[in-house]
T-cell receptor, first 115, second 113 residues
Framework: EAQVTQNPRYLITVTGKKLTVTCSQN?????MSWYRQDPGLGLRQIYY???????DKGDVPEGYKVSRKEKRNFPLILESPSPNQTSLYFC??????????????FGPGTRLLVL | DQQVKQNSPSLSVQEGRISILNCDYT??????FLWYKKYPAEGPTFLIS?????DKNEDGRFTVFLNKSAKHLSLHIVPSQPGDSAVYFC????????????FGEGTQLTVNP
């Protein structure tokens, strides 16, 4: 089954304790992306990657890191989480096109609470 | 700067009636528009899309209309069903930005039986 998986689904942590949210896709997609969803703000892009070893900042990259060492995996790293990073996070993937006309497939989401 | 705006946070309609969800954009470089649907505890799923060369695209009960001069698009669902109750996100992309999507804030649709 074609899917995007994220782990963990729920996470409670404390300020400053490094964490990683994993994302994996089995569709051989070149493009992968991380979003955060906050009330009244919709989905905002954090980072994206157009292929292995190619990553770039989205609209809200501060406080986050990513890596793309393999095509299928795109982990999101919070080196020193802060309470304003409490949010619902989604990973997505798609084939890479010039016009964004490929459907993006989303993972189920990771709800993060930073105390 | 919110380039894609959904001004209605919520919409409530009766089963069988039409649901109309609206979306406005400011970036004239956007040339492809999508609607995603999101149920609680799930990720968004693609619903329907439209290219800027068209003004209408229909798929079953779902129709998207694009008015480029007004920088406005709308999603019509008819007839609405209780299973359509979800958050609907409008998204836009530009050929110059590759696969990047810009999303609106979302509209919570509730279809009452």
């Amino acid at each position: 089954e074609a899917q995007v998986t994220q782990n963990p689904r729920y996470l409670i942590t404390v300020t400053g304790k490094k964490l990683t949210v994993t994302c994996s896709q089995n569709m051989n997609h070149e493009y992968m992306s991380w979003y955060r969803q906050d009330p009244g703000l919709g989905l905002r892009q954090i980072y994206y990657s157009m292929n292995v070893e190619v990553t770039d900042k989205g609209d809200v990259p501060e406080g986050y890191k990513v890596s793309r060492k393999e095509k299928r995996n795109f982990p999101l790293i919070l080196e020193s989480p802060s309470p304003n990073q409490t949010s619902l996070y989604f990973c997505a993937s798609s084939l890479l096109t010039s016009g964004g006309q490929e459907t993006q497939y989303f993972g189920p989401g990771t709800r993060l609470l930073v105390l | 700067d919110q380039q894609v705006k959904q001004n209605s946070p919520s919409l409530s309609v009766q089963e069988g009636r039409i649901s109309i969800l609206n979306c406005d954009y400011t970036n004239s470089m956007f040339d492809y528009f999508l609607w995603y649907k999101k149920y609680p505890a799930e990720g968004p799923t693609f619903l329907i899309s439209i290219s800027s060369i068209k003004d209408k695209n229909e798929d079953g009960r779902f129709t998207v209309f694009l008015n480029k001069s007004a920088k406005h698009l709308s999603l019509h669902i008819v007839p609405s069903q209780p299973g359509d109750s979800a958050v609907y996100f409008c998204a836009a992309s530009a050929r110059t930005s590759g696969s990047r999507l810009t999303f609106g804030e979302g509209t919570q649709l509730t279809v009452n039986p």
